[in-house]
């Protein structure tokens, strides 16, 4: 396994000191934003996590090989580069057999995550039952992936183009704790409302660390998933969302899309028939996970030995 994991230096030396690490995905990069936004969200996401004491390594495939840890360079391959896979764990052994790069989604930066032993992980939304998935069977493998690895995510949230009442159930189902900072409603990615109440409610780090070391200290594998609602000043009324997004969902129905383009169309939709409004709150939340990300891992490292 790991003649397959490219371990970044400062990455590398950072576990080995039993310093705070957050993982960070590159899907967001290569197809969840527009260049050069992309680019300039990722450096500032990576400057956000360091600031708040933790060392970041943004997870991809690059030349058939796992990254935990980009340099500059790459992160700009990948916010630019217009043939960058979009990888998912079924994905991974062609990607890499075939010496490709390839952007990760949550579940195989997960995996990678795990691989290289960090504990903690910041994404925008995680991924879920879709809408109708009673008739397509679409189902996220970001799901079943939370399910068997032990990483913590730390998101803003379910997606709200996906189904969260059922997204929700699922994951009760798979017996992955769901917990939101600091409030008692479940947020939905763009806003911080959802019509959801969350499972559980934590409001310190401390809380949430100390809960995800008693998980996998009594021997229940599997993530844990925290939602951290998106700040009040950026995020958008829900309502005002459900519009835009039963609009995508249309136009993606009509053009035939289907599988792993479905999400990266939706968000590209939404963003230009929003005027932007959308892609400002997704940077919003992603930059607000990362602080919360950071702190939690500082919290966690106490733990983590």
Known sequence: MQSFLEIQNEVR????????????????????M????NIETALEVEDIVRKNGAVPATIAIF???????????QLEYFASAKDVWKVSLRDMPYVISKKLSGATTVAATMRIASMAGIKIFVTGGI????RNANETMDISADLTEMEQTSVAVVSAGIKSILDIGLTLEYLETKGIPVVTFGQDEFPSF????????????LDTVDEIATMINTKWQIGLNGAVLIANPVPAEQEIIAEEMEVHIQKALDAAKEKKITGKEVTPFLL???????????????IAL????????????????????
């Open 13 to 32: 030396n950072a576990l080995a000191e039993g310093k705070p690490v957050v993982a960070l995905e590159s899907t967001i990069i290569a197809h969840g």
């Open 34 to 37: 527009p260049y050069p936004q």
């Open 63 to 73: 030349n058939g090989k796992c990254y935990a840890g980009l340099g500059k360079d």
């Open 127 to 130: 991924g879920g039952v879709h």
């Open 190 to 201: 763009y806003s911080s409302k959802s019509g959801f109440t969350s499972p559980l409610r």
């Open 268 to 282: 590209k939709y939404i963003a230009d028939h929003t005027k932007g409004e959308s892609l400002e709150a997704n």
């Open 286 to 305: 992603i930059k607000h996970n990362a602080k919360v990300g950071a702190e939690l891992a500082v919290a966690y490292s106490k733990y983590d030995h």
